[in-house]
């Protein structure tokens, strides 16, 4: 079958069965505006984090958020790729030779390449009735012939879709292997051939990628396909420095520094946790006992891929009265029609309050001043606090906690015990990392490497991996 036949015969698969497939994810796009923020946001809701040895570009700043892009290589011999990162969503996919709408230049300062599966030596086409395919699908796809190659299907929140078939490939990324020193390895895993795009994701976007590189707790993710395969531990941390720029992203058991942690709650789709109360300047938030309990449908999503914070709009009242009582003269403004500014020329730190959000297990989150707040312009300083308007299915208002809080903190994601946690820490600084091969630890860094788009210069995150034993495919 040629490649335009692989493509229709695709399609029509995809349209038969998309009603299965149920896959609805918001995808992150460059904000060149505070309301632009806004709109990322709200595209993101049904997302959240992992990671693979990737240099993102981006910072968790509202005035200086551009979208996460690293570099991989795949196939052999490996060719470049750049894709978006997506802690959301799960699947890697790239855009194949095949597509006649897939971008074929950007604006970014990059160079993109599409996928040819004929040009890899250990490329393997996924087929409809392999258990990959039926786990993807809940079950047998309907009318599946062992020739018909496995569909995929993605449309995010912004009405962007993608849609393809499934390939098996090596992936080459750079492993850890001695203090803050790393090497390449690669190692097979099932990803998405893109052969029809549109929205953002076609030929008339100016910030286009190659793909898009999924980072979810699903099966099919990079890391869940790594973790399965015995190659990884499924415990990774990250560590966003928006005051310098870069950060720190490791997949491994974190030996220093000591994180305390929460329950994850069960049966979620993003990484949800048990928020009780909130504190501001030491008063606890008078409200309602089931408002963060996601038993009741509500609840608490820690998402690194959200930059500001959104709570119930009952807490979001009482924590920015609380908030502004300490400026009692201070008038607030709209920017972009939804975004509560202020003049303001002191230090920050020393002019509001300390909000601190206590979770179950006796674990804080405390968020400074500097943390809540972002810089306008000189003299104008926003509140990154917002008001939920993202639902569950059940119509309760959801709490999202996103990059604005989780910056300058080590965050550790420990799916192993199905916890998460959190502590204050240098971003510029370095990590302890357990080889659960070797027993050996290992120190990674923080890096800050400039991208060749100006967009990015300043404010990039390195993401490192960690293998737990030898990348032998």
Same mark, same amino acid.
């Given at each position: 079958?040629?490649?335009?036949?692989?493509?229709?015969?695709?399609?029509?698969?995809?349209?038969?069965?998309?009603?299965?497939?149920?896959?609805?994810?918001?995808?992150?796009?460059?904000?060149?505006?505070?309301?632009?923020?806004?709109?990322?946001?709200?595209?993101?809701?049904?997302?959240?984090?992992?990671?693979?040895?990737?240099?993102?570009?981006?910072?968790?700043?509202?005035?200086?958020?551009?979208?996460?892009?690293?570099?991989?290589?795949?196939?052999?011999?490996?060719?470049?790729?750049?894709?978006?990162?997506?802690?959301?969503?799960?699947?890697?996919?790239?855009?194949?030779?095949?597509?006649?709408?897939?971008?074929?230049?950007?604006?970014?300062?990059?160079?993109?390449?599409?996928?040819?599966?004929?040009?890899?030596?250990?490329? $393997?086409?996924?087929?409809?009735?392999?258990?990959?395919?039926?786990?993807?699908?809940?079950?047998?796809?309907?009318?599946?012939?062992?020739?018909?190659?496995?569909?995929?299907?993605?449309?995010?929140?912004?009405?962007?879709?993608?849609?393809?078939?499934?390939?098996?490939?090596?992936?080459?990324?750079?492993?850890?292997?001695?203090?803050?020193?790393?090497?390449?390895?690669?190692?097979?895993?099932?990803?998405?051939?893109?052969?029809?795009?549109?929205?953002?994701?076609?030929?008339?976007?100016?910030?286009?990628?190659?793909?898009?590189?999924?980072?979810?707790?699903?099966?099919?993710?990079?890391?869940?396909?790594?973790?399965?395969?015995?190659?990884?531990?499924?415990?990774?941390?990250?560590?966003?420095? *928006?005051?310098?720029?870069?950060?720190?992203?490791?997949?491994? $058991?974190?030996?220093?520094?000591?994180?305390?942690?929460?329950?994850?709650?069960?049966?979620?789709?993003?990484? *949800?946790?048990?928020?009780? *109360?909130?504190?501001?300047?030491?008063?606890?938030?008078?409200?309602?006992?089931?408002?963060?309990?996601?038993?009741?449908?509500?609840?608490?999503?820690?998402?690194?891929?959200?930059?500001?914070?959104?709570?119930?709009?009952?807490?979001?009242?009482?924590?920015?009265?609380?908030?502004?009582?300490?400026?009692?003269?201070?008038?607030?403004?709209?920017?972009?029609?939804?975004?509560?500014?202020?003049?303001?020329?002191?230090?920050?730190?020393?002019?509001?309050?300390?909000?601190?959000?206590?979770? $179950?297990?006796?674990?804080?989150?405390?968020?400074?001043?500097?943390?809540?707040?972002?810089?306008?312009?000189?003299?104008?300083?926003?509140?990154?606090?917002?008001?939920?308007?993202?639902?569950?299915?059940?119509?309760?208002?959801?709490?999202?906690?996103?990059?604005?809080?989780?910056?300058?903190?080590?965050?550790?994601?420990?799916?192993?015990?199905?916890?998460?946690?959190?502590?204050?820490?240098?971003?510029?600084?370095?990590?302890?990392?357990?080889?659960?091969?070797?027993?050996?630890?290992?120190?990674?860094?923080?890096?800050?490497?400039?991208?060749?788009?100006?967009?990015?210069?300043?404010?990039?995150?390195?993401?490192?991996?960690?293998?737990?034993?030898?990348? *032998?495919?």
């Amino acid at each position: 079958m040629d490649l335009r036949g692989l493509v229709i015969l695709v399609t029509i698969l995809v349209v038969e069965i998309h009603c299965v497939a149920n896959l609805v994810f918001p995808v992150q796009r460059r904000r060149t505006s505070l309301s632009a923020i806004k709109a990322h946001d709200a595209r993101r809701r049904g997302r959240l984090l992992s990671a693979v040895d990737l240099n993102l570009g981006g910072n968790g700043l509202p005035t200086e958020t551009g979208l996460y892009f690293t570099k991989l290589g795949l196939g052999s011999p490996p060719k470049d790729y750049y894709v978006q990162v997506d802690t959301g969503s799960d699947i890697l996919w790239v855009n194949c030779i095949e597509c006649s709408r897939c971008p074929r230049k950007s604006d970014l300062g990059i160079d993109l390449t599409l996928y040819d599966p004929k040009g890899s030596k250990t490329s $393997e086409l996924v087929s409809c009735d392999q258990d990959f395919c039926s786990s993807e699908f809940d079950g047998p796809i309907p009318g599946c012939k062992s020739e018909i190659p496995c569909p995929y299907s993605i449309t995010y929140g912004d009405g962007s879709a993608t849609s393809g078939y499934y390939v098996k490939d090596y992936l080459t990324f750079n492993s850890v292997n001695g203090n803050l020193h790393t090497v390449p390895q690669n190692s097979s895993v099932i990803f998405g051939c893109g052969a029809v795009q549109s929205g953002t994701l076609d030929s008339s976007s100016e910030e286009a990628l190659d793909g898009i590189i999924g980072f979810g707790q699903a099966n099919s993710s990079v890391l869940s396909q790594l973790a399965a395969s015995g190659k990884v531990k499924k415990i990774f941390s990250h560590c966003l420095d *928006n005051i310098r720029g870069g950060g720190i992203f490791a997949i491994g $058991e974190v030996v220093e520094p000591k994180v305390n942690t929460t329950p994850l709650v069960p049966k979620m789709a993003h990484y *949800n946790v048990v928020l009780e *109360n909130i504190e501001v300047d030491t008063d606890i938030l008078q409200l309602p006992s089931d408002i963060f309990d996601s038993r009741n449908g509500k609840g608490t999503v820690i998402d690194s891929g959200t930059t500001l914070a959104y709570l119930p709009e009952i807490a979001y009242e009482q924590l920015i009265r609380k908030v502004m009582a300490r400026q009692p003269g201070r008038k607030l403004y709209l920017v972009d029609q939804q975004f509560s500014c202020f003049q303001y020329t002191g230090n920050v730190d020393h002019g509001f309050p300390v909000v601190k959000l206590h979770f $179950e297990d006796s674990l804080s989150l405390t968020v400074h001043p500097h943390d809540y707040l972002f810089q306008f312009k000189d003299g104008i300083w926003c509140i990154g606090w917002q008001k939920s308007v993202a639902q569950t299915k059940n119509g309760k208002d959801m709490t999202l906690l996103g990059d604005l809080v989780l910056s300058n903190k080590l965050v550790v994601y420990d799916l192993e015990n199905m916890a998460i946690g959190w502590t204050d820490y240098n971003c510029s600084s370095s990590i302890k990392v357990k080889d659960e091969r070797t027993g050996t630890v290992q120190t990674v860094g923080a890096h800050n490497i400039s991208s060749a788009s100006t967009f990015f210069i300043g404010r990039i995150l390195t993401f490192f991996l960690l293998l737990t034993t030898m990348l *032998n495919s």
